[in-house]
Nanobody
Framework: QVHLAESGGGLVQPGGSLTLSCAAS????????MAWYRQVPGNERELVAS???????NYADSVKGRFTISGNNVEHTLYLHMNDLKPEDTALYYC????????????WGQGTQVTVSS
Protein backbone atom coordinates (compact mmCIF):
# COMPACT_ATOMS: atom_id res chain seq x y z
CA GLN A 1 0.00 0.00 0.00
CA VAL A 2 1.18 3.52 -0.83
CA HIS A 3 0.01 6.66 0.90
CA LEU A 4 0.28 10.03 -0.85
CA ALA A 5 -0.14 13.40 0.85
CA GLU A 6 -0.21 16.62 -1.17
CA SER A 7 0.51 20.08 0.17
CA GLY A 8 1.33 23.55 -1.09
CA GLY A 9 -1.91 24.61 -2.71
CA GLY A 10 -3.45 28.01 -2.18
CA LEU A 11 -4.60 31.26 -3.70
CA VAL A 12 -2.23 33.02 -6.07
CA GLN A 13 -2.56 35.94 -8.47
CA PRO A 14 -2.26 35.47 -12.23
CA GLY A 15 1.39 35.39 -13.21
CA GLY A 16 2.40 34.11 -9.81
CA SER A 17 4.18 30.92 -8.78
CA LEU A 18 3.42 28.02 -6.51
CA THR A 19 5.12 24.73 -5.67
CA LEU A 20 3.13 21.64 -4.80
CA SER A 21 4.62 18.77 -2.82
CA CYS A 22 3.58 15.15 -2.54
CA ALA A 23 5.00 13.00 0.24
CA ALA A 24 4.87 9.28 -0.51
CA SER A 25 5.07 6.59 2.12
CA UNK A 26 4.46 2.87 2.44
CA UNK A 27 5.49 0.45 -0.30
CA UNK A 28 6.74 3.14 -2.65
CA UNK A 29 9.93 2.58 -4.61
CA UNK A 30 11.78 4.14 -7.52
CA UNK A 31 10.01 1.93 -10.09
CA UNK A 32 6.77 3.85 -9.79
CA UNK A 33 5.70 6.44 -12.35
CA MET A 34 4.76 9.56 -10.43
CA ALA A 35 2.39 12.15 -11.78
CA TRP A 36 0.29 15.21 -11.09
CA TYR A 37 -3.30 15.39 -12.29
CA ARG A 38 -5.87 18.12 -11.89
CA GLN A 39 -9.62 18.28 -11.95
CA VAL A 40 -12.21 21.02 -12.20
CA PRO A 41 -15.75 20.24 -11.03
CA GLY A 42 -17.76 18.82 -13.90
CA ASN A 43 -14.67 17.89 -15.89
CA GLU A 44 -12.59 14.74 -16.11
CA ARG A 45 -9.32 14.48 -14.26
CA GLU A 46 -6.49 15.41 -16.61
CA LEU A 47 -2.79 14.63 -16.60
CA VAL A 48 -0.62 17.66 -15.89
CA ALA A 49 2.85 16.11 -15.75
CA SER A 50 4.50 12.76 -15.11
CA UNK A 51 7.97 11.43 -14.41
CA UNK A 52 9.08 7.88 -15.12
CA UNK A 53 11.59 5.88 -13.13
CA UNK A 54 14.03 6.61 -15.96
CA UNK A 55 13.66 10.32 -15.28
CA UNK A 56 11.74 11.00 -18.50
CA UNK A 57 9.24 13.80 -18.01
CA ASN A 58 5.99 14.40 -19.85
CA TYR A 59 3.82 17.52 -19.75
CA ALA A 60 0.38 18.52 -20.92
CA ASP A 61 0.62 21.05 -23.74
CA SER A 62 -1.20 23.61 -21.63
CA VAL A 63 1.57 23.70 -19.01
CA LYS A 64 4.72 23.18 -21.09
CA GLY A 65 7.30 25.83 -20.37
CA ARG A 66 5.49 26.93 -17.20
CA PHE A 67 5.41 23.84 -14.95
CA THR A 68 8.25 21.55 -13.92
CA ILE A 69 7.87 18.17 -12.28
CA SER A 70 10.68 16.84 -10.12
CA GLY A 71 11.20 14.15 -7.54
CA ASN A 72 13.43 13.20 -4.66
CA ASN A 73 13.87 9.43 -4.69
CA VAL A 74 15.60 9.38 -1.31
CA GLU A 75 12.82 11.22 0.52
CA HIS A 76 10.10 9.89 -1.84
CA THR A 77 8.75 13.37 -2.44
CA LEU A 78 7.29 14.66 -5.69
CA TYR A 79 7.11 18.33 -6.61
CA LEU A 80 5.31 20.45 -9.14
CA HIS A 81 6.84 23.88 -9.66
CA MET A 82 4.26 26.13 -11.29
CA ASN A 83 5.18 29.49 -12.82
CA ASP A 84 3.20 32.10 -14.74
CA LEU A 85 -0.04 30.73 -13.36
CA LYS A 86 -3.26 31.46 -15.22
CA PRO A 87 -6.87 31.44 -14.05
CA GLU A 88 -7.42 28.31 -16.13
CA ASP A 89 -4.91 26.50 -13.93
CA THR A 90 -7.41 26.69 -11.09
CA ALA A 91 -8.22 23.12 -10.07
CA LEU A 92 -7.83 20.44 -7.45
CA TYR A 93 -4.40 18.93 -7.99
CA TYR A 94 -3.81 15.26 -7.25
CA CYS A 95 -0.63 13.26 -6.83
CA UNK A 96 -0.58 9.80 -8.41
CA UNK A 97 1.71 6.78 -8.15
CA UNK A 98 1.44 3.97 -10.68
CA UNK A 99 3.48 0.74 -10.64
CA UNK A 100 4.84 0.04 -14.15
CA UNK A 101 3.37 -3.50 -14.48
CA UNK A 102 1.04 -4.03 -11.49
CA UNK A 103 -1.99 -2.15 -12.79
CA UNK A 104 -3.82 -2.53 -9.49
CA UNK A 105 -1.00 -0.67 -7.77
CA UNK A 106 -2.41 2.76 -8.62
CA UNK A 107 -2.64 5.27 -5.79
CA TRP A 108 -4.04 8.77 -5.35
CA GLY A 109 -3.69 11.50 -2.79
CA GLN A 110 -6.57 13.55 -1.43
CA GLY A 111 -5.73 16.58 -3.55
CA THR A 112 -4.71 20.16 -2.89
CA GLN A 113 -6.63 23.16 -4.21
CA VAL A 114 -4.94 25.73 -6.43
CA THR A 115 -6.88 28.90 -7.15
CA VAL A 116 -5.51 31.53 -9.53
CA SER A 117 -7.42 34.76 -9.21
CA SER A 118 -6.87 38.47 -8.80
Amino acid sequence: QVHLAESGGGLVQPGGSLTLSCAASGSINSLYTMAWYRQVPGNERELVASILSSGFRNYADSVKGRFTISGNNVEHTLYLHMNDLKPEDTALYYCNAQHPWLTEANYWGQGTQVTVSS
